[in-house]
Each structure stands twice: as structure tokens, then as C-alpha cells.
């Protein structure tokens, strides 16, 4: 069992950056594919970043590539997604999940694992 728990949610201006983090209880953290999904009210929720269990591989959404970046920590359990230059569109609530064994890094299509999610609103 993994349970995930999001922070560094908050309302921050066009152009500015916010860093999520995501702690992870539980064994085995280093063996799980990571990733962030966001959902913006009315749409589909929609992977924006993974990484792999040893943080060699990533994946980025066409709307976040360039300006969002995913990284991970095995010693702490932790994975982030520092996102810069925001613009009034990634406003979402953002969620971290944990897939063991997804075909390839950017697969995240039934996660194990789900975080509660945090909200980031990006002001115009």
C-alpha cells in the first residue's frame, strides 16, 4: 500500500512558478513510475509529467513541455514537479500518482496509487 500526499498548491500571477511536492508513505516507493496529473474544471484529467522508478526517464505533455520539469527523490520518497512561467490555463487541481510497471514512462493509463490532489490557480 502507497499513500501519496500533495502540497505547494496556492494562486500565483501569469509568469510566476509554483513547486509541487508529493510524499509518499509506504514500501517500495522506488519501484513505482511517478506521475502528475491535472484536471481543469469541465475537462478530462490529463497526464502533464512522469517519471521512471529511477528518474532516468521523464515525459511531459505537449502543454507543459519547456516550462514544467519532474524530478524525484527515492531517499525521501518524495516526487516534484517544479512548474514555471504559468499561465492562467494551468490552473487545475493537480494530483500525483504511482504506477508499478507502466509500458513506458509516459503509459500512466491505470494508476495504482492516487493522491487527494492540490489546487493551483494562476491569475491573469
Known amino acids: 500500500q502507497v499513500q501519496l500526499v500533495e502540497s505547494g498548491g496556492g494562486l500565483v500571477q501569469a509568469g510566476g512558478s509554483l513547486r509541487l511536492s508529493c510524499a509518499a508513505s509506504?514500501?517500495?516507493?522506488?519501484?513505482?513510475?511517478m506521475g502528475w496529473f491535472r484536471q481543469a474544471p469541465g475537462k478530462e484529467r490529463e497526464l502533464a509529467a512522469s517519471?521512471?522508478?529511477?528518474?532516468?526517464?521523464?515525459y511531459y505533455g505537449d502543454s507543459v513541455k519547456g516550462r514544467f520539469a519532474i524530478s524525484r527523490d527515492n531517499a525521501k520518497n518524495t516526487v516534484y514537479l517544479q512548474m514555471n512561467s504559468l499561465k492562467p490555463e494551468d490552473t487545475a487541481v493537480y494530483y500525483c500518482?504511482?504506477?508499478?510497471?507502466?509500458?513506458?514512462?509516459?503509459?500512466?493509463?491505470?494508476?495504482?496509487?492516487w493522491g487527494q490532489g492540490t489546487q493551483v490557480t494562476v491569475s491573469s
Open positions: 509506504g514500501r517500495a516507493f522506488s519501484r513505482y513510475t
Open positions: 517519471v521512471s522508478w529511477s528518474g532516468g526517464g521523464t
Open positions: 500518482a504511482a504506477m508499478l510497471k507502466p509500458t513506458w514512462v509516459g503509459g500512466l493509463s491505470t494508476p495504482d496509487y
